[in-house]
């Protein structure tokens, strides 16, 4: 009987062909695969596929000779795997030429040199984001530019709130040292 199996012997069996080993597979981790998406995002359609596309990741892996000795431990990776590449596809920045037209250091009497400076400014700084990892630059789009709390932020990634005041901590020091002179011409 499959459920007696465990879960390396089922991956062979998987590798070999076999689809109830398959459907054993799936009925034994999806219920721990999806609460764990869960945690990845408030949307629970969204959560639903990236368990789904775990699955279909690994499944396909496996069927191609791959024979993970933790099948939860692989699934788990491919859940976040699938979650960063959907926060990717969906999360993008807006440009920061948009970020305030009504900027007041530009004024019908400021002269090439205030506007030049101001683009060098947002050059500059475009520049530092582009530095940090997609994590930091979330954190601190979040807390900084949206004034969301600690709390909300690490519930969105999946960590406590000191946790994300931790990666806030860092985020912004990556950023002043990327805003250095030190940090600009590594």
Do not use: K
């Not at 859940?79 to 596809?89: K, L, M």
């Not at 009504?102 to 400014?121: K, M, V």
């Not at 406590?160 to 806030?168: D, E, G, I, Q, T």
């Amino acid at each position: 009987m499959l459920r007696d199996q465990p879960d390396v012997e089922l991956a062979r069996r998987v590798h070999a062909g076999c689809d109830d080993a398959a459907s054993e597979l799936f009925n034994r981790h999806h219920p721990a695969i999806l609460r764990y998406a869960r945690t990845l995002t408030t949307d629970a359609a969204v959560a639903e596929d990236l368990a789904s596309a775990a699955f279909e990741r690994t499944l396909q892996r496996v069927r191609n000779g791959a024979v993970p000795q933790s099948m939860r431990a692989y699934l788990t990776a491919a859940v976040r795997n699938s979650s960063v590449d959907e926060f990717r596809r969906t999360s993008r920045l807006s440009s920061f030429d948009d970020c305030d037209p009504n900027d007041e250091r530009i004024s019908l009497g400021s002269t090439p040199l205030d506007f030049t400076a101001l683009l060098a400014d947002r050059d500059q700084l475009r520049q530092g984001l582009a530095a940090l990892t997609a994590r930091h630059r979330l954190v601190l789009w979040r807390t900084t530019v949206e004034g969301r709390a600690l709390a909300e932020v690490g519930a969105e990634l999946g960590i406590s709130a000191n946790a994300a005041a931790a990666v806030v901590h860092r985020a912004r020091a990556a950023l002043r040292h990327a805003l250095s002179p030190e940090g600009a011409s590594a």
